[in-house]
């Protein structure tokens, strides 16, 4: 089977195949590596990948694009399904013979709705989708593929027995080949990364139990099942000969530091590739782990801070502390290493006076750059059932997490704290945060010293403030 893989317009700079905690349109242009398809589409051979937001291609170039192809795999989620399922009923309208499938945390939550909303599509994955895809492709018939729902004849609706997490990780090619084959590491921007950028996985799964995070409470799974140093190291030592242009790697794991020893080893084996990289990370690492990752190449950490409320990271299961992350900000300052803080405005306990007490801790641990967002209480998570549960969601807001252009709503609301000032909040954080010397100062700087800096961070300037002033429309 000829297969096209799909990342597929939706929202203007909307990202929806991102791996990341929650999918929607960013304060300025940003987009991550669609790396869960890219890893299903390196063990099809001869298969297709396009990811069309950052390419900037619209549903007629990617209905042009599928002709001649026998099967399309397409990345979906909450936020972006609407355009998802309209895309598939102009595909099938356009190649009566394709067979469509939905992947992701989405159609793992809800396999039979999805199929039910979406008629023109034939197939959802109830899984890790690598193997189901792989089997497809090589023509085994549906009711033989693990992991799968799919529409039969007369319109009846089968599942098959699901997909085993995928133990053996090392088993997969390497995915930045099908990066260096299919897409262009140029468009690929976020604002605290050095561009051009690459980011990937070097294992799945979280040991963290944060009721509001998607992945591991839907395909990933809450153990850290990892491939061997040697496999990651080989990757890398390929991913420098593919992209000599590459000015940074970034692992986007979960929490890449789960494994602290695994993490040094594979450290000290960037050191002497000589590479540049960033990971996503806890606040709780030790002094003397973050002085080998610094000392092997590591440039920045993107941490989830969250709050500065002890009691909503009690509430989230965090399982984190305001004061270790206090000394951690403080060891990743002496030490020379970035800090990325991610904020949320609105976990469950906030009130008015937690939303204050977090603005100063960000202002206090004072990180490289911060993004600050709103809880995405998405399908499968612990947070969504409390939402249910205790009447916190606003009704008229809950269809997919993101307003009519992409994006986030305050979906949420409490007593005492209502959904509009979580969203007012945000923007206020933001303007508190940054507008500051030495935020400012830290900007101005590293314009001064590189003119591509420079260019890019005027750009991104005038997004930012377009962005904040369309969300306040949208409000």
Same mark, same amino acid.
């Given at each position: 089977?000829?297969?096209?893989?799909?990342?597929?317009?939706?929202?203007?700079?909307? /990202?929806?195949?991102?791996?990341?905690?929650?999918?929607?349109?960013?304060?300025?242009?940003?987009?991550?590596?669609?790396?869960?398809?890219?890893?299903?589409?390196?063990?099809?051979?001869?298969?297709?990948?396009?990811?069309?937001?950052?390419?900037?291609?619209?549903?007629?170039?990617?209905?042009?694009?599928?002709?001649?192809?026998?099967?399309?795999?397409?990345?979906?989620?909450?936020?972006?399904?609407?355009?998802?399922?309209?895309?598939?009923?102009?595909?099938?309208?356009?190649?009566?013979?394709?067979?469509?499938?939905?992947?992701?945390?989405?159609?793992?939550?809800?396999?039979?709705?999805?199929?039910?909303?979406?008629?023109?599509?034939?197939?959802?994955?109830?899984?890790?989708?690598?193997?189901?895809?792989?089997?497809?492709?090589?023509?085994?018939?549906?009711?033989?593929?693990?992991?799968?729902?799919?529409?039969?004849?007369?319109?009846?609706?089968?599942?098959?027995?699901?997909?085993?997490?995928?133990?053996?990780?090392?088993?997969?090619?390497?995915?930045?080949?099908?990066?260096?084959?299919?897409?262009?590491?140029?468009?690929?921007?976020?604002?605290?990364?050095?561009?051009?950028?690459?980011?990937?996985?070097?294992?799945?799964?979280?040991?963290?139990?944060?009721?509001?995070?998607?992945?591991?409470?839907?395909?990933?799974?809450?153990?850290?099942?990892?491939?061997?140093?040697?496999?990651?190291?080989?990757?890398?030592?390929?991913?420098?000969?593919?992209?000599?242009?590459?000015?940074?790697?970034?692992?986007?794991?979960?929490?890449?530091?789960?494994?602290?020893?695994?993490?040094?080893?594979?450290?000290?084996?960037?050191?002497?590739?000589?590479?540049?990289?960033?990971?996503?990370?806890?606040?709780?690492?030790?002094?003397?782990?973050?002085?080998?990752?610094?000392?092997?190449?590591?440039?920045?950490?993107?941490?989830?801070?969250?709050?500065?409320?002890?009691?909503?990271?009690?509430?989230?299961?965090?399982?984190?502390?305001?004061?270790?992350?206090?000394?951690?900000?403080?060891?990743?300052?002496?030490?020379?290493?970035?800090?990325?803080?991610?904020?949320?405005?609105?976990?469950?306990?906030?009130?008015?006076?937690?939303?204050?007490?977090?603005?100063?801790?960000?202002?206090?641990?004072?990180?490289?750059?911060?993004?600050?967002?709103?809880?995405?209480?998405?399908?499968?998570?612990?947070?969504?059932?409390?939402?249910?549960?205790?009447?916190?969601?606003?009704?008229?807001?809950?269809?997919?997490?993101?307003?009519?252009?992409?994006?986030?709503?305050?979906?949420?609301?409490?007593?005492?704290?209502?959904?509009?000032?979580?969203?007012?909040?945000?923007?206020?954080?933001?303007?508190?945060?940054?507008?500051?010397?030495?935020?400012?100062?830290?900007?101005?700087?590293?314009?001064?010293?590189?003119? /591509?800096?420079?260019?890019?961070?005027?750009?991104?300037?005038?997004?930012?403030?377009?962005?904040?002033?369309?969300?306040?429309?949208?409000?």
């Amino acid at each position: 089977m000829k297969t096209l893989f799909l990342n597929p317009p939706s929202y203007g700079g909307f /990202d929806g195949g991102a791996g990341s905690l929650y999918q929607a349109r960013r304060e300025i242009r940003s987009f991550w590596y669609p790396t869960w398809l890219a890893q299903a589409a390196a063990l099809v051979p001869g298969s297709r990948l396009i990811d069309a937001p950052p390419e900037g291609l619209t549903v007629d170039d990617v209905v042009r694009a599928a002709a001649g192809y026998d099967r399309l795999v397409d990345h979906t989620s909450t936020p972006s399904f609407r355009h998802d399922a309209k895309t598939a009923a102009r595909l099938r309208e356009a190649h009566p013979g394709l067979v469509i499938g939905f992947v992701g945390a989405h159609t793992l939550v809800q396999p039979e709705e999805t199929l039910a909303r979406a008629p023109a599509v034939d197939f959802v994955t109830t899984g890790e989708f690598d193997y189901a895809v792989r089997d497809l492709a090589a023509g085994h018939p549906l009711e033989a593929v693990k992991g799968l729902c799919w529409r039969a004849r007369g319109g009846s609706l089968l599942r098959t027995r699901p997909q085993a997490p995928i133990q053996d990780l090392d088993s997969f090619p390497f995915v930045t080949e099908v990066y260096a084959a299919h897409l262009a590491v140029e468009n690929y921007y976020i604002g605290y990364l050095q561009h051009p950028y690459v980011s990937l996985y070097t294992g799945r799964g979280c040991r963290s139990r944060c009721t509001f995070c998607l992945w591991p409470q839907t395909i990933a799974g809450h153990v850290y099942r990892t491939r061997s140093v040697e496999h990651v190291l080989a990757e890398m030592t390929r991913a420098k000969a593919l992209f000599p242009r590459v000015k940074e790697f970034f692992f986007d794991d979960d929490t890449f530091t789960d494994d602290r020893p695994r993490a040094e080893a594979i450290a000290r084996g960037l050191g002497k590739i000589g590479l540049v990289w960033s990971c996503n990370a806890k606040p709780n690492v030790p002094r003397e782990s973050l002085r080998v990752m610094r000392e092997n190449g590591l440039r920045l950490l993107l941490v989830g801070f969250e709050t500065g409320n002890q009691d909503i990271l009690n509430n989230i299961r965090k399982g984190t502390r305001i004061d270790r992350a206090r000394a951690f900000a403080r060891d990743c300052r002496d030490l020379g290493i970035l800090l990325h803080g991610t904020f949320i405005v609105g976990l469950p306990g906030e009130t008015r006076a937690t939303i204050e007490k977090t603005i100063a801790f960000a202002k206090e641990i004072d990180p490289y750059s911060l993004q600050v967002s709103l809880p995405a209480p998405y399908p499968g998570t612990e947070l969504y059932r409390q939402a249910i549960d205790r009447g916190w969601l606003v009704p008229e807001r809950t269809a997919g997490l993101v307003e009519e252009h992409g994006i986030q709503e305050s979906v949420l609301s409490y007593e005492g704290l209502s959904s509009e000032e979580m969203h007012a909040a945000v923007e206020r954080f933001y303007r508190a945060y940054f507008l500051r010397p030495r935020p400012i100062l830290r900007i101005v700087r590293d314009m001064l010293r590189d003119r /591509d800096v420079m260019r890019r961070r005027l750009r991104e300037g005038r997004e930012f403030f377009s962005f904040m002033a369309q969300r306040r429309h949208a409000s």
